[in-house]
């Protein structure tokens, strides 16, 4: 089984990358962009903002589609993520939904942080990984 999904890729005026915390499967208690699952007949690019919303407290604008990644379902299956750059638009920033904490971090952040899988390759190969 495919279950669509969408992620948002989120930079400060710093040049540091916005992510959650996760506190559900997949890839609990590790940090991640914010992002989930699309609702029904929901397109990837709405699924992203709506997410970032829930998950951040920030409203944001998708620039673009940065790339899409296929990752395990706890469920069986798989997720097909498709991530998007993103441009804050309004909000203040505060964990919400499944996100236990969230923060804008640099590069250098990154290699001490529990990483989502794949996530500091994919970015890395997008031309994304922050400053």
């Known amino acids: 089984m495919t279950i669509p999904a969408a992620g948002g890729i989120i930079f400060d005026d710093d040049g540091r990358l916005l992510l959650i915390l996760r506190t559900t499967p997949p890839s ?15 397109s990837t690019a709405a699924a ?59 590069r250098a952040d990154l290699t001490r942080l529990s990483l989502a899988e794949g996530l500091f390759d994919a970015l890395r190969e997008w031309g994304l990984l922050p400053q």
């Open 28 to 42: 609990a208690l590790t940090w991640s962009v914010p992002g989930g699952k699309c609702e029904s007949g929901e």
């Open 48 to 106: 992203c903002v709506r997410e970032v919303a829930e998950e951040t407290g920030l409203a944001v604008e998708v620039q673009r589609l940065a790339g899409r990644v296929v990752r395990a379902a706890p469920q069986g299956g798989v997720y097909v993520i498709d991530d998007f750059v993103c441009r804050v638009v309004s909000g203040e920033l505060a964990a919400g939904d499944d996100a236990g904490d969230a923060g804008w971090f640099s």
